[in-house]
């Protein structure tokens, strides 16, 4: 099956600094990735939309200059929190939508979990 | 607006049956989807409904009508292992995934 893989897992940054966040698909080329934040007992919150190639559209309240998302490749996007504060401590978790087919499914990474001190 | 409703939460016991409902209105239609999310996890993928009727897939199945908005998925010889939040989501007409804010079921031995 499709697998997509992030880095890192976890991280623990210091107030004001930033933290990049790759997200890979391992064996298969992804048209369209998306970036989900999901806080504590709570449903996943779609933050951003990257095709490769184009820039990212983010939802309604994403700030773009805060979350800054790369899609250089088919395999590759990249989300960097920028000036990380406290609150943006959560569960960040991309997916992939593969090229081929008629297939929209999308692959899940396992997540990464920044703690903002 | 666009709208999914399921349950918040849900207890079975172990060996029975469980039924989760999800109903949606959306701007457009291009499938529904279950995922199984466990604690501090990633969801992952159960099933994809694009056609009414009902899809089997060993102990899980997954019922779609497009008529009344309406999904459920059947969880059968539920194991300890099941506990977990049951997502549902719909793609709209822009491919989008819309999100329910998922079922916590709870399995009693």
């Known amino acids: 099956g499709a697998v997509v893989s992030q880095h890192p897992s976890w991280v623990i940054c210091k107030s004001g600094t930033s933290v990049k966040i790759e997200c890979r698909s391992l064996?298969?080329?992804?048209?369209?990735m998306f970036w989900y934040r999901q806080f504590p007992k709570q449903s996943l919150m779609l933050m951003a939309t990257?095709?490769?190639?184009?820039?990212?559209?983010?939802e309604q309240g994403v700030e773009k200059d805060k979350f800054l998302i790369n899609h250089a490749s088919l395999t590759l996007s990249t989300l960097t929190v920028t000036s990380a504060h406290p609150e943006d401590s959560s569960f960040y978790i991309c997916?992939?939508?593969?090229?081929?087919?008629?297939?929209?499914?999308?692959?899940f990474g396992p997540g990464t979990r920044l703690t903002v001190t | 607006g666009q709208n999914i409703d399921q349950p918040t939460e849900m207890t079975a016991t172990e060996g029975a049956i469980v039924q989760i409902n999800c109903t949606y209105q959306?701007?457009?239609?291009?499938?529904l989807f279950w995922y199984q999310q466990h604690a501090g996890e990633a969801p992952t993928f159960l099933s994809y409904?694009?056609l009414d009727g009902l899809e089997e897939k060993g102990r899980f199945s997954s019922f779609l009508s497009r008529s009344k908005g309406y999904s459920y998925l059947l969880l059968k010889e539920l194991q300890m292992k099941d506990s977990a939040s049951y997502l549902c989501?719909?793609?709209?007409?822009?491919?989008?995934?819309?999100w329910g804010a998922g079922t916590k079921l709870i399995i009693k031995p």
């Open positions: 409904n694009v």
């Open positions: 990257s095709n490769e190639g184009s820039k990212a559209t983010y």
């Open positions: 989501a719909v793609m709209d007409s822009n491919y989008q995934l819309i």
């Open positions: 959306t701007s457009g239609f291009n499938g």
């Open positions: 064996d298969f080329q992804a048209t369209t």
């Open positions: 997916s992939a939508r593969e090229l081929a087919g008629d297939s929209y499914e999308q692959y």
